[in-house]
Structure formats: C-alpha cells, structure tokens
C-alpha cells in the first residue's frame, strides 16, 4: 500500500510517516509511506505516481492541502481516499474541507490509534485497497484468486477460463481494480512484491505483453491495455466507435494501441 503524506513540519512529518508504517502493518502488504513537506511538490508527483491514500495537512506553504484536495477533485477527477490532518478546529473548517472531498478530517494533536482505525475504515471501503477477495468482479470478467485464473463471459454468453501465474494475477487485478486511471510503474512493482529487489526495467514490460495477450485486452475486446509514457500503464474501455478506428488505423500501418513488445 502505497500513502503519501504532506507535512511542512520536518519532526511532525517523520513521526506520522513512523506511526502509519506500524500502525497499519498487518504482515499481508507492505506499507510505504512517501514524505512530502511542500504542496506542490506532492501535486508534481501525483502527475506520475499511484498512491492508494493521502493523509494532507492544511497549513502547508506554496499549495496547502486544502487547494491540493480541490486540484485533485476537480481538475484531476480523482477519487484516491484523502484524510486532511490539521490544527484547524473550527466547524467551518472540518465542514468545507469535507464538502470540498475529503473523506475523513482528523484534528491535531492526532491519536495514533484513532487516525490508524479512520484508515482501516477507509481501507474497507475501497476495492482497490484491499486484499484480494476469493472472487471479484467487473463486468464480464470474474477473478477466481484462490485458483489463479480469470473467467471472461462473451456477449454471446460462451465462457472462457484463462490461468495465470501470481505475478500476472495480482498485476491484472491492480490494473482492473484502476480501470480509466493510468498506473505508475512503481506502483505496480509493489503489487508484483518486489520491495528489496532488483527488477531488470523490463520486466514490467514483458508481464504486462503476456497479460495483455492472455487477456486479449485490445480495441476489439472492448478494454484496451496502454502505455502511458512517463507514468506507467492504463486500462480503459473503448466504445464502439473507437474499435471501429481503431481497426481501421491498424490496416493502414497505424494504431492507437501501444503494445509492448518485451519479451517477444
């Protein structure tokens, strides 16, 4: 799991970073906590990176975390969690920032185990923050994680069954579990479970050609699997019209899809 935390107070911001790391550690997943002490900072990194949760303080100088929670609601459309975390007490203050999106608004001086229990609570309401269920869905494809393998329904009802290694699993879901939202390299890595090991560069790549061409996760399928450069990967659905272009692009030397072809 993957958290950023904006902090302009050096001693604060190491504290909290500390106290989430132990707090949330549960031996399932690892917890990385990413430091930031300026707003804007934090917003460059959001261009490129994935994180599953944001704890913002308010008083931040350059972007506070107020203007950054409009950035990301409004211009972003971003629904990634955010707790505000600030000494900002006024009802005003806990009502707008709320209105504004924040999911949760924890007052300073914060109590570890409340604000660790606000989080786990947040945990249980997004998918995407989750361990792997035993069967997950979305739309015609169900995951069966206990037997590694992804059944897909076709519109005209026949069933297929495609096996997959853990490594391609647990890549698969993140991606589906982030459909229309572009996924950063790092992120993903996590989820592959290589915190402490070296990845050749690409590594990444080559599992996600073979997930793309065990899936069949191009423009005819219906979600097409593409690289979003400088950041990572983004699964989407494409619509009728853009299969269509798409098809026809292909036949005259072009294509809108971007295919790896690591390890080919």
Request: hydrophobic share 40%; proline share 3%; glycine share 8%.
């Amino acid at each position: 799991m993957r958290i950023a935390v904006l902090d302009d107070d050096p001693t604060q911001l190491g504290y909290l970073v500390h106290a989430l790391k132990r707090g949330l550690d549960t031996g399932e997943e690892a917890i990385t906590c990413v430091p930031f002490d300026k707003g804007e900072t934090l917003r460059k990194s959001l261009r490129q990176e994935t994180f599953d949760l944001l704890v913002l303080d308010w008083n931040v100088p350059d972007l506070d975390g107020v203007e950054l929670l409009h950035w990301l609601r409004s211009f972003q459309k971003s629904d990634v969690p955010v707790i505000m975390l600030s000494s900002r007490s006024a009802e005003r203050d806990v009502a707008g920032a709320l209105g504004i999106g924040a999911d949760d608004y924890v007052v300073k001086p914060f109590r570890t185990m409340e604000l660790c229990a606000r989080i786990r609570r947040l945990l249980t309401r997004q998918p995407s923050l989750t361990a792997a269920a035993e069967q997950e869905r979305f739309g015609a494809w169900r995951f069966d994680q206990p037997n590694l393998c992804v059944h897909f329904k076709a519109p005209d009802g026949a069933l297929t069954r495609i096996a997959l290694t853990d490594r391609e699993f647990r890549l698969a879901l993140a991606l589906f579990r982030h459909l229309g939202h572009a996924v950063s390299r790092a992120y993903l890595l996590e989820k592959l479970g290589v915190h402490g090991e070296e990845m050749p560069s690409r590594a990444l790549d080559s599992h996600i050609y073979r997930l793309r061409s065990k899936l069949g996760l191009h423009s005819a399928s219906g979600l097409r699997l593409q690289t979003v450069y400088g950041r990572g990967y983004r699964l989407e659905r494409v619509t009728g019209d853009q299969s269509e272009a798409n098809t026809i692009a292909a036949t005259s030397g072009r294509s809108d899809d971007i295919d790896d072809k690591a390890g080919a």
